[in-house]
């Protein structure tokens, strides 16, 4: 019983639309930053190394960049509500989920192989209309069946 308040809970939390975000993508995430009374916008750009439970409200990607020489990760919620928006910039052609291998490495050796991508639809986040209730349509069996009584 429990379980199901929580995940009622949780899906009230989720955001309607989001870009679908995978490994090996080049990401610009827009993030809300409080400072004192007032808010900014500050954008992180970066490679997807790690997804995780992408269906859940607790969805997170780890983006990765190097900035001055120093790898810099930082680990975004899906579903918060601080994060603005998220923009695949690039998608590269990878065979696994967490790409920690990145870290060791540098320069050349740390490239993806690109893979072309249509990136309008990619980032079109227009939220999905609910299904409405229309009544359905008789077969001619029912009808048959109708018919008769």
Do not use: C, W
């Not at 954008?43 to 997170?60: L, N």
């Amino acid at each position: 019983m429990s379980f199901s308040i929580l995940k009622k809970i949780g899906d009230e939390q989720k955001k309607k639309a989001v870009v679908d975000v995978r490994s090996g993508d080049t990401v610009k995430v827009t993030q809300k930053i409080k400072e004192g009374e007032k808010f900014r916008l500050q954008v992180f750009e970066g490679v997807v190394i790690r997804t995780d439970r992408k269906d859940s409200h607790t969805a997170r990607i780890t983006v990765r960049k190097i900035a001055s020489g120093v790898g810099v990760e930082k680990s975004f919620l899906i579903h918060s509500p601080l994060i603005e928006k998220i923009e695949v910039v690039k998608r590269a052609k990878v065979r696994r989920k967490n790409l920690t291998y990145l870290r060791e490495r540098s320069g050349k050796s740390a490239r993806l192989a690109a893979k072309d991508f249509d990136r309008a639809s990619v980032n079109d986040v227009t939220v999905p209309e609910e299904p409405k209730d229309e009544p359905k349509e008789e077969s001619k069996e029912e009808k048959e069946e109708k018919a008769e009584a």
